[in-house]
């Protein structure tokens, strides 16, 4: 299944250009955060990716949206100060 139909599951929504949207965003985010390897089917990418789109995705509750912005942001964080990650070549 692709990224796409994976995190329009997840959001629970058939808004795909919405999503593709949050999608790009989120990888735009993990690259200028100093991520290299951002690869759609590595399980700790993706688990970024839909976290980044459920924290931007229409959550009227503010500390749904929190959780998951804080979740998403120690994920990157994790992510950016791996080997694994953040050189281009490994």
Do not use: W
């Not at 690259?31 to 839909?50: F, N």
């Amino acid at each position: 299944m692709a990224l796409l139909d994976d995190v329009c599951k997840a959001l629970r929504t058939n808004h795909r250009d919405e999503v593709q949207d949050l999608i790009d965003a989120a990888k735009m985010d993990l690259k200028i955060s100093g991520v290299k390897r951002i690869d759609e089917t590595d399980p700790l990418i993706k688990r970024a990716i839909t976290v980044y789109c459920k924290a931007h995705y229409g959550y009227d509750d503010p500390v749904m949206t929190e959780r998951f912005e804080r979740s998403y942001n120690m994920l990157k964080q994790h992510l950016a100060l791996s080997v694994e990650y953040s050189l281009e070549e490994y």
